[in-house]
C-alpha cells in the first residue's frame, strides 16, 4: 500500500490556534492561586470554586505545549541547515523575549526579593528548571521554567530526530505507548519521594513537585510524543478521529486528575487526550476542512501566544501584589479584574511578538552569507554581478 503524500511546508492554522488555547489556561491558573494573593475573589465559595476549575489547567498548559513543540519540529524538520542553525534559530526564538520579561520582572518585584545571585541568575541562564530548589526552579519570571525544558529539546532534537525516523512503521504507536507509560512511571516515583516540607500551596513536598513537574529530562515523553505523532500521521497509521471525541477525552482525563493523587494530576491522565487533539486538528487542516482554532482571530492570537505566555506573570503579579496589594472583591469586580488583565495580557503579549520576538527572529535567527567579492573577468568575458548579502536568509518566522 503507497504511504500518503504531505506536504510537510503546508500550513496548519489549527496548530498556530491552539498555541493559544495551550497559554490561555496557564493564565487563569496562576490568577487562581491563593497561597500568593493572586485569586481577587473575597468570598471564599467563589474563590475556591475557580481555584478547582483552573487548578489543574496550568499543567494541561505546559503539557500542550511540549506535545505542540515536538510535533511541529518533527514535522517540518530538515536536515540540510545542520546543528548549529538549527539550535541557533530556537535560541534566537527564545532568549530575547526571556530576557526582556526577566528583566521586567527584577525591576518591578524580583530583584527587591533577591538574597543572592543563585535567586534570579539560573534563570536568566535557563538552568534553573534543574535544580531541585523551591527559589531556584520558580524564580523571577515563574513561567519561564518551562524555556528550560525546550531548550534542553531543542538541543537533543537533532540527536533524536534520526532515531524517531528509523522506528519501524509498525512500531511508532508502541513507540507512543511508552511515552504515555512513563509519565506514569514518573507519577508513581514522585509519589514515593519523602512528602515533607510541603511546597507552597500544595499537598506535596518541593522534592516531589519538582521530579514530577519541573524537571526537565521526564518532561522529555511529552516532546518525543510530539515527535513520533508527527511520524504516524505521515505514515498515514493514524484513524481520522472526531474533534468532539478529542475534546470529550480531555474534559474527561480533566475531571480524573481532579481525583487521583496529587502527582498524577500533572500529566498522566490529560496527555492522551492532548495528542488525539492534535491528531484530529492536523488531519482536518490536511483536508482541507475548516476548524475553529484555524480562524484568524484564532491564528493571530497563535502568533503572540508567546509573548502573552512570557508576559502574564510579570503584569498579574505587578498588579495584584504591588498596585492592589492583595485586593479581594464582589464576585462582579473580580470577574471583571480577571478578564481585564487577561485582554492587557494579549496587548502585552502582541508588543513584545512585534517589539522583540520578530524583529530578532527575522534578524538573527538565520545566517547571512557573505557578499562574494567580484574577480575582474577576463578579456572578452561577462561580468559576474556579485552575490547579494543574506540572498538565501530564510523568510518568515517558523514555529
Known amino acids: ?161 534520526p532515531l524517531v525516523r528509523r522506528i519501524p512503521r509498525e512500531r511508532l504507536t508502541l513507540a507512543l505507548a511508552g511515552c504515555v507509560a512513563w509519565t506514569f512511571l514518573i507519577a508513581a516515583v514522585a509519589t514515593v519521594l519523602p512528602n515533607s516540607p510541603h511546597t507552597d500551596g500544595m499537598p506535596i513536598s518541593t522534592v516531589q513537585f519538582w521530579f514530577g513537574y519541573n524537571f526537565p529530562l521526564p518532561r522529555l515523553a511529552e516532546f518525543l510524543s510530539g515527535m513520533l505523532l508527527a511520524r504516524v500521521i505521515a505514515e498515514g497509521r493514524l484513524p481520522v478521529i472526531r474533534p468532539a471525541v478529542a475534546w470529550g477525552a480531555l474534559l474527561v482525563g480533566y475531571v480524573v486528575a481532579e481525583v487521583v493523587p496529587f502527582t498524577f494530576s500533572f500529566i498522566p491522565f490529560t496527555f492522551v487526550p492532548l495528542l488525539l487533539i492534535v491528531a484530529s486538528a492536523v488531519r482536518r487542516d490536511l483536508d482541507g476542512h475548516r476548524t475553529w482554532t484555524a480562524t484568524r482571530t484564532m491564528v493571530w492570537l497563535g502568533e503572540v501566544s508567546f509573548g502573552f505566555y512570557m508576559t502574564q506573570h510579570v503584569l498579574m503579579y505587578t498588579l495584584r501584589t504591588k498596585i492592589q496589594h492583595g485586593a479581594h472583591y464582589a464576585p462582579l469586580p473580580a470577574i471583571a479584574l480577571i478578564l481585564g488583565t487577561f485582554a492587557a495580557t494579549i496587548l502585552a503579549g502582541w508588543l513584545l511578538y512585534r517589539l522583540v520576538e520578530l524583529p530578532t527572529m527575522k534578524y538573527w535567527a538565520t545566517a547571512r552569507p557573505k557578499a562574494v567579492v567580484p574577480t575582474e573577468p577576463a578579456p572578452g568575458a561577462p561580468a559576474v554581478p556579485a552575490q547579494r548579502a543574506g540572498a538565501e536568509a530564510e523568510a518568515g518566522v517558523s514555529s
Not at 492554522?13 to 491552539?18: A, E, Q
Not at 487562581?32 to 468570598?43: A, H, K, Q
Not at 536568566?124 to 523551591?134: K, M, R, T
Open 1 to 161: 500500500m503507497s504511504r500518503p503524500s504531505h506536504d510537510h511546508r503546508a500550513p496548519l492554522p489549527s496548530l498556530t490556534g491552539l498555541r493559544f488555547i495551550a497559554a490561555a489556561p496557564v493564565f487563569f491558573f496562576h490568577l487562581s492561586l491563593t497561597f500568593i494573593p493572586m485569586n481577587p475573589f473575597r468570598d471564599q465559595n467563589w474563590a475556591e470554586t475557580y481555584k478547582t476549575i483552573f487548578w489543574k489547567a496550568g499543567w494541561v498548559g505546559v503539557s500542550f505545549f511540549f506535545v505542540l513543540s515536538g510535533f511541529l519540529l518533527m514535522w517540518r524538520s530538515s536536515d540540510s541547515r545542520g546543528y548549529l542553525h538549527f539550535f541557533r534559530k530556537r535560541v534566537v526564538k527564545l532568549f530575547p523575549s526571556h530576557v526582556v520579561t526577566w528583566a521586567l520582572a527584577m525591576v518591578l518585584f524580583a530583584g527587591a526579593a533577591a538574597t543572592s545571585p543563585w535567586d534570579y541568575l539560573p534563570n536568566l541562564f535557563l538552568v534553573n528548571s534543574w535544580f531541585p530548589v523551591h527559589n531556584i526552579f520558580l524564580a523571577v519570571n515563574v513561567p519561564s521554567w518551562s524555556l528550560c525544558c525546550e531548550l534542553m529539546f531543542y538541543a537533543l532534537f537533532p540527536l533524536i530526530a
